[in-house]
């Protein structure tokens, strides 16, 4: 069984990489204003570092809404260290990072990214910090089928796409609403209901038709009734 179970694999991740790309692709429109990067460790807790794009951005603020994100998650943040990284060059560049350790961004097992909860953390920021895009990375893991690629709604836009060497999940997130409570985005891949059949009466007719049937056919008796009192009348 295990030859079927890794063609599969192979079949979901392919689809992912030779699929045609979007002619408006998030990751071409947009640059992204805080990076995410959860590596799962194979243990309950994941790692996480978030790096914020924007010069000047609050430590304090990210502490909130790392808390923000523990709390939608159900998840424990664990060792929070936040500290500024520069970077050297010409123009010399100050970003604001943090790492830590939670649990429940992501489950390789089912292919689900809780994505909302983290979009949820990052909206409603005050200007001039305010987060209109998130872009989020899961190292070591493989699509399935069930595995969100896009969607959008009045709330948020999202685009995945997959990398195998080496290989992760690449999210962007775009915020079109600044309310956390009105953001909205799946797990995993939507499905749409099947649509229940007809409801059908007897003999496997339609109820439609079965009714036109009954009115036909009484109209065709009551015509039988009119011309046999016709003709008994003749006869007399």
């Known amino acids: 069984m295990r030859a079927p179970f890794l063609f599969l694999v192979v079949a979901v991740a392919s689809s992912w990489c030779s699929a045609q790309v979007q002619d408006e692709s998030l990751f071409t429109l947009t640059g992204s204003d805080v990076q995410i990067v959860v590596t799962k460790t194979g243990v309950p807790f994941d790692q996480v570092e978030v790096t914020i794009i924007q010069e000047d951005y ?5 502490r909130q809404q790392i808390a923000a994100l523990g709390t939608r998650l159900s998840s424990e943040i664990r060792g929070l260290v936040i ?19 939670a649990f429940g961004i992501a489950d390789a097992a089912t292919g689900s990214v809780r994505l909302q909860p983290v979009a949820q953390a990052f909206a409603g920021a005050p200007d001039p910090h305010a987060v209109d895009a998130v872009a989020l990375n899961v190292v070591g893991m493989t699509p399935t089928a069930q595995t969100l690629r896009a969607y959008a709604n009045d709330s948020a836009a999202v685009e995945g796409r997959w990398n195998s ?23 995993s891949l939507v499905r749409e209901a099947p649509k229940e059949p007809a409801p059908r009466g007897g003999e496997g007719l339609p109820t439609g038709i079965l009714a036109a049937i009954v009115v036909v056919g009484a109209l065709a008796v ?11 009348g003749s006869k007399r």
């Open 83 to 101: 500290e500024h990284k520069d970077l050297g060059g010409d123009r010399p560049l100050r970003f604001l990072r943090a790492q830590f350790g």
């Open 58 to 62: 609050p430590p304090e603020l990210l």
């Open 222 to 232: 009551g015509a039988l009734v009119y011309f046999a009192v016709l003709g008994s």
């Open 165 to 187: 060497n080496p290989p992760f999940l690449e999210y962007m997130v775009v915020l079109r609403t600044q309310d956390p409570d009105k953001i909205e985005i799946p797990d």
